[in-house]
C-alpha cells in the first residue's frame, strides 16, 4: 500500500506541474512589470523662459500607466490557474497573452522609436508655456518589461497545452462527488490509489481492496 500510496503521490505531483510551472512564471511576468514601473523611463528637460531648466524623472507608472495595473491582472491569474480547469484554464491563458502584448508595446515603442518630447510634455503636465527641450531614454525598464512579456507569453503557452486532468488544484479541494467519481474511474483502470483516494473509493461504494483480496486467493490455491 505504501508503495501504491508513493506511486500515486507521484503521478499527483506530474498532474500539477504544468499549473505550477505557469503560476511562477506569471509570478515572475508580474514582479518584472511591477519593477519595471517603479523605474525612471524618461528624463524630460522643459523650459519655460522664466527660470532655471526643470527636469521631470517619468517612471513606468506614470509614462506607460497601464502596467501597474497589469502587473495585477497577472496576480489575479495565479490564483486562477490553481482554480479552473478546461475550456476556463484557456480563457486565461488567451489573457494573459493579451495582457503581455499589451505590455510590449510601449516598450517596443521606447525602444525602436525613442521619446517623443510632446508625449513626455504631456505626461510631465507641463504648463502651456513650457516646452521640452531634451529627453533621455532609460533602457533597462523597457527591457525588464520584455523580459516579464516573454516569461507571460511562455506561461500562457503552458496553459493553452495543460490537459484538463492535469490543471487546477489537488484533488483534495475538489468537490466530494467529484472525488468520488475520479476514485470510480481510477478503480476502474485499475490505477493505484492514494490513501485518500481509497476514502474516495469506499464513499463510492467500491472496495479499493477486492484485487488484493483476489490475487491472495489465487496464490493460495
Do not use: C
Amino acid at each position: 500500500m505504501t508503495e501504491d500510496t508513493h506511486r500515486a503521490g507521484e503521478g499527483a505531483g506530474r498532474r500539477r506541474r504544468p499549473t505550477v510551472t505557469a503560476a511562477l512564471l506569471l509570478a515572475l511576468g508580474a514582479a518584472l512589470l511591477w519593477a519595471s514601473s517603479r523605474m525612471t523611463w524618461v528624463t524630460a528637460v522643459s523650459s519655460d523662459g522664466l527660470g532655471i531648466d526643470r527636469v521631470d524623472d517619468l517612471e513606468g507608472g506614470r509614462w506607460a500607466a497601464a502596467l501597474t495595473p497589469l502587473a495585477l491582472v497577472l496576480l489575479a491569474a495565479v490564483a486562477a490557474v490553481f482554480a479552473v480547469r478546461g475550456l476556463a484554464l484557456r480563457l486565461v491563458a488567451l489573457v494573459v497573452a493579451a495582457v503581455a502584448v499589451a505590455a510590449a508595446i510601449p516598450a517596443v515603442r521606447l525602444l525602436t522609436g525613442g521619446a517623443d518630447p510632446e508625449d513626455a510634455a504631456g505626461v510631465a503636465e507641463l504648463p502651456d508655456r513650457a516646452s521640452v527641450t531634451a529627453v533621455e531614454v532609460s533602457p533597462l525598464p523597457a527591457i525588464l518589461v520584455l523580459g516579464g512579456v516573454v516569461a507571460v507569453l511562455a506561461a500562457a503557452v503552458v496553459l493553452w497545452r495543460t490537459p484538463r486532468e492535469q490543471a487546477g488544484l489537488s484533488s483534495k479541494y475538489d468537490a466530494p462527488a467529484a472525488r468520488r467519481e475520479a476514485a470510480t474511474r481510477r478503480a476502474e483502470n485499475d490505477e493505484p490509489l492514494s490513501e485518500r483516494g481509497m476514502w474516495d473509493a469506499l464513499d463510492a461504494g467500491e472496495d479499493p481492496t477486492d484485487d488484493a483480496g483476489e490475487d491472495d486467493s489465487d496464490t493460495r490455491r
